[in-house]
Antibody, heavy 117, light 107 residues
Framework: EVQLVESGGGLVKPGGSLRLSCAASGFTFSSYSMNWVRQAPGKGLEWVSS????????YYADSVKGRFTISRDNAKNSLYLQMNSLRAEDTAVYYCARSHSGVIQHWGQGTLVTVSS | DIQMTQSPSSLSASVGDRVTITCRAS??????LAWFQQKPGKAPKSLIYAASSLQSGVPSKFSGSGSGTDFTLTISSLQPEDFATYYCQQYNSYPPTFGPGTKVDIK
């Protein structure tokens, strides 16, 4: 069974940093692209970033480019999102998602990031 | 960026009803269109990819159609567990973009 478990969310002050993690199991992690998708409270889904299976291709939404960094460790079956210079508008539930050929197939349960003073 | 719109934004329906949700892309995306279901407080669930292909384990009461700019999601006979918000998403080009969602609730 595919499992994606996010962690690392919490309350952080504007301008602060946070690192999210996603632990993957139940599939060959190194064979799949991975993504972060977020959802602000009461709002819709927003794609944040994607990384290819071997980290060769990385993409970011304009809203986070230059502030967020996606990475992965295939030996540890883990995906990461380093978030710097956080703003109030980054407050959201962050989901880790597995994709194949661009298609999101599985989602984690999400981790809440709150940016507030 | 490709903009995605959905209609209606919300609808009320009864158990057993046939429900259709429309999704439109601001430019042609071939069939690179996915649909997701999200229940309150839960993670989204993947339903359909390539406009009309069901993800593994998704019941056949869900169906999708369309190509180019206009797409539909149909639920053939609405059941209590289907009351949720539905999102379309294009993956034809980066950045992938989602529609604003359609909330389906009980009449």
């Amino acid at each position: 069974e595919v499992q994606l478990v996010e962690s690392g969310g919490g309350l952080v002050k504007p301008g602060g940093s946070l690192r999210l993690s996603c632990a993957a199991s139940g599939f060959t992690f190194s064979s799949y692209s991975m993504n972060w998708v977020r959802q602000a409270p009461g709002k819709g889904l927003e794609w944040v970033s994607s990384i290819s299976s071997s980290s060769s291709y990385i993409y970011y939404a304009d809203s986070v480019k230059g502030r967020f960094t996606i990475s992965r460790d295939n030996a540890k079956n883990s995906l990461y999102l380093q978030m710097n210079s956080l703003r109030a508008e980054d407050t959201a539930v962050y989901y880790c998602a597995r994709s194949h050929s661009g298609v999101i197939q599985h989602w984690g349960q999400g981790t809440l990031v709150t940016v507030s003073s | 960026d490709i903009q995605m719109t959905q209609s209606p934004s919300s609808l009320s329906a009864s158990v057993g009803d046939r429900v259709t949700i429309t999704c439109r892309a601001s430019q042609g995306i071939s069939n690179y269109l996915a649909w997701f279901q999200q229940k309150p407080g839960k993670a989204p669930k993947s339903l359909i990819y390539a406009a009309s292909s069901l993800q593994s384990g998704v019941p056949s009461k869900f169906s999708g159609s369309g190509s180019g700019t206009d797409f539909t999601l149909t639920i053939s006979s609405l059941q209590p567990e289907d009351f949720a918000t539905y999102y379309c998403q294009q993956y034809n080009s980066y950045p992938p973009t989602f529609g604003p969602g359609t909330k389906v609730d009980i009449k």
